[in-house]
């Protein structure tokens, strides 16, 4: 596995997301940016550096810690919530959602490059959103607890170690 020894970018990575929701104002197809977003965390940990994305670059992760602080009640997420089950169903829910709203929306506008950037914008939109409220009754990065995308990476890097330990047995 390759070192993770990359400088931190998250003092500044939510300038990233902010940038992408006012494009995705004035101009709907930069929606599509959103893919880059999701994809990112998940071809970092099959690329072997684990969840670097998490802990040194991620825009919306930036976003929570650095402007939820302030206003973050702070309390812990529940521990059910923390559960391996909890998120493995979260990242069920969230990857059925997701397949059957783009599904849904190429059924009724066709395969067009506005309608799957309009798709990938609503779902960032959204899971911002969410991420936002837990922030605020939560701790402010709470959502990173939860967040199917920081959950997916852990599996690809579980699975990999596991992979590589049996290797080296
Ligand atoms: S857990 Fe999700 S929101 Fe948090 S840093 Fe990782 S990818 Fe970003």
């Known amino acids: 596995m390759k070192s993770n020894k990359t400088k931190s970018h998250m003092e500044w990575s939510y300038i990233i997301i902010i940038t992408f929701f006012v494009?995705?104002?004035?101009?709907?197809?930069?929606?599509?940016l959103g893919m880059v977003c999701m994809g990112m965390p998940l071809y970092l940990a099959i690329k072997g550096r684990g969840k670097v994305h998490c802990a040194k670059y991620c825009p919306r992760g930036s976003f929570l810690g650095k402007f939820l602080s302030k206003i973050s009640l702070g309390h812990t997420l529940p521990k059910w919530l923390r559960t391996n089950r909890a998120k493995n169903i979260l990242l069920?829910?969230?990857?059925?959602v997701f397949s059957s709203v783009l599904s849904y929306a190429i059924i009724n506008h066709g395969f067009h490059f506005v309608v799957i950037a309009k798709v990938f914008y609503r779902f960032m939109l959204m899971s911002f959103i969410v991420g936002i409220v837990i922030g605020v009754f939560f701790k402010p990065r709470?959502?990173?607890?939860?967040?199917?995308?920081?959950h997916g990476s852990a599996l690809i890097k579980k699975s990999q170690d596991k992979k590589s330990n049996n290797i080296s047995q």
Do not use: N, V, Y
């Not at 494009?23 to 599509?32: P, S």
């Not at 709470?142 to 920081?150: F, K, T, Y």
């Open 23 to 32: 494009l995705g104002i004035i101009d709907i197809r930069f929606g599509i």
């Open 92 to 96: 069920i829910i969230m990857l059925t």
């Open 142 to 150: 709470s959502w990173c607890q939860i967040c199917p995308m920081g």
